[in-house]
Structures are given as C-alpha cells and as structure tokens.
C-alpha cells in the first residue's frame, strides 16, 4: 500500500479564505475519486496537519500587473520535503508498534521488515494559495493549472496552486482542485498528458475543466498500475 500525505501551506493571511473545513472535503473528494478509480486500495491519502509559513519570508516582486508578494518555491519544497520525512518516520514508527503487537497476540513469528517494506509514503501533496517565485522570474504557474513536481531520491513533492481554480462556489471549487490532485497523482506515477477523454488531458480553460470527469481513461490507468507495480 501506497500513502501520499496532503497538506494546505498557508500563511496568516489567507488562512480565513480556507476556511469552512474547505481542505477537508478536497481531501475526501480526492479519496472518493481514487475510490471511483478503483485503486484506493492500493493508494491512500493521509491528511496532514497544515504548514504555517511566516509573513517575514514574503518577497517582493514587480510584474505586468503590479507587485505581487510571494514566497520562494525553494522554500515550499524544503518545508514540503521534511514534513514528508517526520510524519513519515512517525507513521512507520507507529505501523512497526502495531505489527509487533500483532505478532506478539497471534504468538507468530511475523517478519517486521518485510511488512514494513510493503509500506510506501514517499509523496506528499502541499496546495498553495499564494504565488511562488523561483529565482527572480515570477512564477506563472501560480495561475496556471500545473502542478510543480520534485523529485528528491525517491521521494517527491508535488505542489498546486488553488488560485486557477478559484471559485465562490465551494462546492465547484472542491470539485476543481480534487481533480487537478487526481492529474497529479498521474503524474506522480509516471503517466504524461492525454488526448482521451481523461483526468491527464490538460484544460484549455476552466470550463473545459469543469467538463472533465473524474476518470483515468483505460490506457492511463493500466500504465498507472503497472508503473506503480500493482499489476
Ligand atoms: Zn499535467
Ligand atoms: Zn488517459
């Protein structure tokens, strides 16, 4: 089994705008379309406490429309990266406990390790919801619908901005964000864009997006398994 934690970086400011539990139904949106994927059996989201970057790391920055303040994508990936690795450590920790538990009641002589080998958390989701830059250029990405992956070993760290997919409707705007995690999670697992109808085919523009269901198309989702290993 695969874990993929998920996290919110914010800072004070826009901590009000997320408000109303809206992190918490992106998360069960996303594990409902895992589900309706049929692989969330072999892939769990975790939702992990949120990350708090202090204003102090804000930079300045002009651009077309003005200043814009923003935080350093380095410092996102950082602050994703070690979080990935402590609720990693502690989740293991707490796996290996259960297992010498179990194996202490059965009275059977279970191979720790090896169970613990069959326990992936190696990628960690963070939403953002203030612009990033890289460098000094501005990072378009903020407004694009594209997620920033790294890879640091065999870890990754995936970052997605919630400005693209802005709405006052919470609803539509859960709906949008689960599904632009669900084209990440194809990434994560090796899969490019796609022409089929498909959660890998990227918009063209919002109202293309809102169109697109939920759905790996049949090709994606048996290269998604196999690349994960499970077929
Ligand atoms: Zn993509
Ligand atoms: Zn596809």
């Not at 998920?6 to 997320?18: A, L």
């Not at 930079?59 to 429309?65: D, V």
């Not at 990693?88 to 080998?117: F, H, M, P, S, T």
């Not at 632009?180 to 697992?189: F, M, R, T």
């Amino acid at each position: 089994m695969e874990l993929i934690g998920i996290t919110f970086i914010s800072n004070v400011r826009d901590e009000k705008v997320m408000g109303n539990g809206i992190i918490f139904r992106i998360y069960e949106r996303v594990a409902e379309y895992l589900n309706l994927n049929d692989i969330s059996e072999d892939t769990h989201l975790v939702l992990l406490h949120k990350i708090s970057l202090d204003p102090v790391y804000l930079i300045s920055i002009p651009t077309e429309n003005g200043k814009v303040k923003a935080y350093s994508l380095k410092a996102v990936i950082d602050a994703l990266y070690s979080k990935l690795l402590e609720e990693r450590e502690d989740l293991v920790w707490k796996r290996e406990q259960n297992l010498q538990e179990k194996a202490k009641k059965l009275g059977e002589n279970v191979n720790i390790y090896d169970e613990l080998k069959k326990f992936k958390f190696n990628k960690i989701i963070g939403i953002v919801s203030f612009p990033l830059i890289d460098r000094n250029p501005y990072f378009g990405y903020y407004e694009k619908f594209l997620g920033i992956h790294k890879k640091i070993g065999e870890k990754e760290v995936m970052v997605l901005s919630i400005k693209p997919f802005f709405s006052e409707d919470t609803d539509l705007l859960v709906d949008r964000v689960a599904k632009g995690i669900l084209h990440e999670i194809g990434h994560s697992y090796g899969l490019d864009h796609c022409e089929n109808s498909c959660i890998m085919h990227p918009p063209k523009n919002i109202q293309d997006w809102d169109r697109r269901r939920p759905y790996f198309c049949a090709e994606c989702l048996a290269e998604l398994k196999k690349n994960a290993g499970w077929i």
